[in-house]
């Protein structure tokens, strides 16, 4: 079908283009580096999932898709107002952010995306004031462990850093043969725990040691 007479081509190629881009996006679902948010209510909450892209691997928000892949659309000037709160009211340091906007069936959609941060950690401020730091495990926003801190400050701290095999480490290193969480590996290496922490750190950083997330909880193992 042909335009209307006066209607140019540029708007309604323009449109198909959007829409062709965004469903493209939502057909790859929610996952590591990306994430669907219905509406913002709340950027308080927004800054968890700014604060686990910065941190992990950098992503992207659609905000106005639904968490089926449907197209609501942003409703409301106060919308866009609390995602620029987001990056920077609620994450300390600000997180970078950059805002694309797009239309599809008569609705609006805001694209945005973080890159990685160099200034690790990027934290997310709650209600009571309190700064939390986030990371990206599949498509959910998990409070970063002790280490993961550590391993951060080291990096922004000490690049020049070496690894040292003093008798703590290889009593780290021994009890390790398992997958064990920070507390379990705190008791049966009888280390004090601000220790294990420094020190798991360190091993992370240089490869000696991996952390996975099962079950709710970061467990930490040799590495091969």
Not at 66 to 78: A, F, K, Q
Not at 109 to 127: F, L, M, Y
Not at 128 to 138: K, L
């Amino acid at each position: 079908m042909l335009p209307e007479k006066g209607v140019t081509l540029q708007p309604i190629l323009q449109r198909m283009d959007d829409r062709r881009y965004l469903l493209g996006l939502i057909s790859e679902g929610e996952h590591q580096q990306q994430d669907f948010k219905y509406k913002v209510t709340d950027a308080r909450k927004l800054a968890r999932s700014v604060s686990a892209f910065a941190n992990t691997d950098g992503g992207r928000l659609l905000i106005g898709v639904r968490d089926d892949g449907h197209l609501s659309g942003v409703r409301s000037e106060e919308e866009i107002f609390m995602m620029h709160q987001a990056a920077y009211k609620f994450c300390r340091p600000e997180a970078s952010i950059k805002f694309d906007t797009y239309h599809a069936e008569g609705r609006t959609i805001v694209v945005a995306t973080v890159p990685p941060s160099p200034r690790r950690p990027v934290c997310a401020v709650d209600d009571e004031g309190r700064q939390r730091a986030y990371i990206r495990i599949a498509d959910e926003n998990i409070v970063a462990s002790p280490v993961h801190l550590a391993v951060w400050r080291e990096q922004q701290q000490d690049r020049g850093a070496v690894m040292t095999y003093t008798d703590d480490v290889r009593l780290l290193i021994g009890t390790l043969a398992e997958p064990l969480t920070l507390a379990q590996t705190v008791r049966r290496s009888r280390l004090p725990r601000r220790l294990v922490v420094g020190l798991l750190a360190r091993l992370v950083r240089f490869g000696v040691v991996r952390w996975q997330y099962a079950d709710g909880q970061f467990l930490f193992c040799l590495v091969g």
